[in-house]
């Protein structure tokens, strides 16, 4: 089938199918700088890495980065890393990137990742909207393009992931 799957601390693998629509809509070029958020496993970041030129993971929980780190190791050595952090705050140190992914369902964007985004740069999420009673949680894939300084959105498609780590609206904001 085609389910988001199951892992450790209560995470889960985006579906394969929503994981190649976003990596699609990401416009990946061979020279491209990409920071995968909330890597997981290190499958979407492999992914990536056959795509682009180099890849920078992020992953907050440590057993799941010491998978990804192993994977990487394996298969795409010397054009990937996985980092320990909190996906949110993306990677200053590795920035500007090309695209930016983030793996699952975010309430917010931070101004901060949007500003770790090359001129040019692509940045592909899944916005949930929650109802205020939260009985159930929709969002749209969409593309943020950065052009001239300016960052602009399109939607993509319907999508349902589960939430990215580290990126629930803060608690007690109200729309």
């Known amino acids: 089938g085609d389910d988001n799957i199951p892992l450790i601390s209560g995470r889960a693998l ?3 199918m929503a994981l190649a629509q976003l990596v699609q809509a990401a416009e990946i070029t061979p020279t491209d700088h990409i ?16 795509l682009g030129a ?13 998978e990804a780190s192993k994977n990487i190791a394996i298969y795409a050595s010397g054009k990937a890393e996985i980092l320990a952090g909190a996906p949110v705050e993306g990677c200053n140190a590795k920035a500007p990137f090309d695209v930016i992914m983030i793996n ?17 740069g692509r940045l ?6 929650s109802d205020p009673a939260h009985v159930t949680s929709s969002g749209d894939a969409r593309v ?7 960052v ?9 992931l589960p939430p990215a780590p ?10």
């Open 166 to 175: 580290s990126f629930g609206a803060p608690q007690g904001f109200v729309f």
């Open 124 to 129: 592909v999420a899944v916005m949930r909207h």
């Open 35 to 50: 920071l995968d958020l909330a890597s997981a496993t290190g499958y979407s970041t492999l992914v990536l890495a056959s």
């Open 152 to 160: 602009s959105w399109t939607s993509l498609f319907d999508a349902n």
């Open 14 to 16: 985006i579906q394969p």
């Open 54 to 66: 180099y890849v920078v993971g992020v992953e907050p929980d440590a057993l799941l980065q010491a």
């Open 144 to 150: 943020y393009r950065k052009i001239k300084g300016k």
């Open 104 to 120: 699952g369902s975010v309430e917010v964007l931070p101004k901060n990742l949007l500003a770790q985004l090359a001129e040019g």
